[in-house]
């Protein structure tokens, strides 16, 4: 049996993991207890004793977490932000390129991306790795994430019965444009200009859109809406998580919660010949960071990438 250990398990991403390793059988849980979660020498035998230690934590306790592993053989795979522009860390996001697939499959350090940046390298990398978007591209991407995405906190905020009146509508955030995904952004995709970035978080629980709009004629290579499906379509190929749907998948509008649940991503393309619209659909805690932890794990492991997974059409 492989030995798993959930460091911070009390957090969105720890649950949501957890959960998901109730009917499976093959895996065996390390516990540790309620008191001693915060204690780093407890922690340390937890981590060393296992086979993978998901890092469910902020920033500088996943760091610390690193440093506390003196068996050669535990892999790591790190849901916070700290690791994933690191050379030695694997980016867990194995549609993008065969690398990344075979850096999942081969390394003990891997990174589970940001949730926006999912969406967002999904769908820019490709046009970037493939000459078509140039690197210094000014671009805008606008996102709609649903609530979960603000951690316990921010679930708590929203669905309070005295809660304030502007929770009832999107808000803008990252307004200072320092957002903590752009970092990882822009490395992944190899830009060479920051994009500008508008998140939004919106009065429902989970799911999330995010979108890149694009003028034809600033491409390297001239594209309309038919061109750009089938450019995505070629790239993804039969992916069982990443699909790309047939132009007019979405006839006028493109709902941010529809995938909430699920674990895959549908990227659409829209707009005209003159000005593209390129959207990836996906849930926050589904691809967006438990999902994809637990189809990193699958790799690491020789499974079947989507064992564990809510898939659908």
Not at 81 to 109: C, V
Not at 145 to 167: F, H, M, T, V, W
Not at 190 to 219: E, K, N, Q, W
Request: aromatic share 8%; charged share 20%; net charge negative.
């Amino acid at each position: 049996m492989t030995k798993i250990f959930i460091d911070g398990k009390a957090g969105t991403t720890g649950l949501k993991i957890f959960s998901r390793f109730q009917n499976r059988p093959e895996l065996e849980l390390i516990q540790i207890d309620e008191d001693k979660r915060k204690d780093p020498a407890e922690r340390a035998k937890c981590i060393n004793d296992s086979d993978i230690t998901f890092l469910c934590l902020p920033d500088p306790a996943a760091i610390e977490a690193v440093a506390l592993v003196t068996n050669p053989k535990v892999k790591l795979i790190d849901t916070s932000t700290a690791h994933r522009t690191l050379p030695d860390w694997a980016y867990g996001f194995p549609e993008l390129a065969p690398a990344f697939r075979e850096n999942i499959a081969s390394s003990n350090r891997i990174s589970v991306p940001g949730c926006y940046a999912s969406g967002f390298n999904a769908l820019v990398y490709p046009l970037v790795s493939g000459g078509i978007l140039p690197a210094d591209y000014p671009i805008v991407c606008y996102a709609m994430s649903g609530y979960s995405g603000a951690g316990n906190k921010g679930i708590a905020q929203y669905e309070a019965a005295d809660r304030d009146p502007e929770l009832d509508s999107p808000r803008q955030y990252a307004l200072t444009q320092q957002h903590k995904h752009l970092k990882e952004m822009g490395a992944i995709s190899h830009l060479a200009r920051t994009p500008i970035f508008a998140p939004h978080i919106c009065d429902y629980p989970c799911g999330m859109t995010v979108s890149v709009p694009l003028f034809a004629d600033l491409l390297k290579k001239r594209m309309t809406p038919a061109d750009m499906q089938a450019f995505y379509a070629e790239h993804y190929g039969d992916s069982r998580v990443v699909k790309v749907r047939p132009l007019g998948y979405s006839e006028s509008m493109i709902g941010a919660n529809n995938m909430a649940g699920r674990d895959d991503m549908e990227i659409e393309i829209n707009g005209n010949d003159e000005r593209l619209l390129l959207t990836a659909r996906f849930d926050n805690l589904g691809k967006g960071a438990s999902g994809a932890a637990i189809q990193c794990m699958n790799i690491a492991l020789g499974l079947d990438e989507v064992t564990g997974l809510t898939i659908g059409e």
